[in-house]
């Protein structure tokens, strides 16, 4: 079938307000994997901190940046010389971590919200196939339907 564009805009439109409709449920479920998936984009950008402190702190011989003496406080540590290259291995390994279960939760999110998606579709599919009369099911073939 040749549709004019008007025709397939319109067409478009529809079939879009449709699938709206349809997800309106799962609402919830997709924004929380879009802000998980938005979170994920600062977490990436932290991964150089760790070799920023490294090459200042034991390369150029800077001292540790401000904030790290709340990293110390907590364990009444003062660092020595060889604890920054320490403490940018524990920043690195906790972004990745981080950054590895902000992943792994939004893909499980995402597969749970497809999935529930798909068996409201086919549940609502079924629905409409048994409300069909049987003259209908009688005429047509299996795939026809």
Not at 19 to 37: H, K, M, Y
Request: charged share 15%; aromatic share 6%; glycine share 6%.
């Amino acid at each position: 079938m040749n549709f004019s564009r008007s025709q397939q805009r319109h067409l478009f439109a529809a079939v879009l307000r449709r699938a709206l409709e349809l997800a309106r449920p799962s609402w919830p479920l997709l924004i929380g994997v879009a802000l998980l998936s938005l979170l994920s984009a600062p977490v990436l950008l932290l991964l150089p901190v760790p070799l920023k402190i490294a090459v200042d702190s034991e390369l150029a011989g800077h001292s540790l940046p401000s904030w790290t003496h709340l990293l110390y406080g907590n364990l009444r540590l003062h660092p020595a010389a060889g604890q920054g290259l320490a403490l940018c291995a524990l920043l690195l390994l906790g972004i990745v971590v981080l950054r590895s279960l902000l992943s792994v939760a939004c893909w499980l999110l995402a597969t749970y919200t497809g999935e529930k998606l798909v068996h409201d579709l086919r549940g609502l599919l079924l629905f409409r196939y048994q409300r069909l009369s049987l003259s209908v099911h009688k005429s047509q073939r299996a795939n026809d339907v």
